[in-house]
């Protein structure tokens, strides 16, 4: 039981370990961006993120936004977010609340019910449809 107990705690400690290496990476990247270096390197932000880093043009914009929103906006310092799912604390900002709230349903909520209040947010009108129950094809009103 020990050994599985250990290895569960190994498996934590490593995740928790990236979400810090993110959070590092995110800072890098607002530093990147602000100065421009990548100017030399690259035709086009899109090209040195993509070839460079090797991530995408999204990922580079979302870790941005979390940057912004919680620590340059918000005035929490990255060791604050550093253990907290980068992606849930994207979909946090966008649901409303203060950054506070925010980085708390970032900590309690998963990535479906962030993703289903920040639905719960936008102003909409219901638009019905009707599925097909053989071949679940939808016909729109």
């Known amino acids: 039981m020990t050994e599985l107990s250990n290895l569960l705690q190994e498996t934590r400690k490593a995740f928790a370990d990236i979400r810090g290496s993110v959070v590092v990476a995110m ?10 270096a990548w100017e030399g390197v690259a035709s086009s932000w899109s090209e040195f993120v993509e070839s460079d880093l090797g991530i995408s043009q999204g990922f580079a914009s979302k870790l941005l936004s ?3 929103h919680y620590v340059l906006e918000g005035g929490y310092s990255h060791a604050n977010i550093a253990n907290i799912d980068v992606e849930k604390l994207y979909l946090a900002a966008k649901s ?16 479906s019910e962030l993703r289903q209040e920040r639905e719960e947010t936008k102003d909409h ?13 939808r016909k729109h009103d």
Not at 27 to 36: R, T
């Open 96 to 111: 409303g609340g203060t950054p506070a709230e925010q980085i708390e349903k970032a900590k309690t909520l998963n990535r």
């Open 125 to 137: 009108e219901h638009e019905y449809i009707e599925i097909c129950k053989h071949c679940s094809m």
């Open 27 to 36: 800072q890098k990247l607002h530093e990147v961006y602000e100065s421009k």
């Open 66 to 68: 979390v940057n912004k």
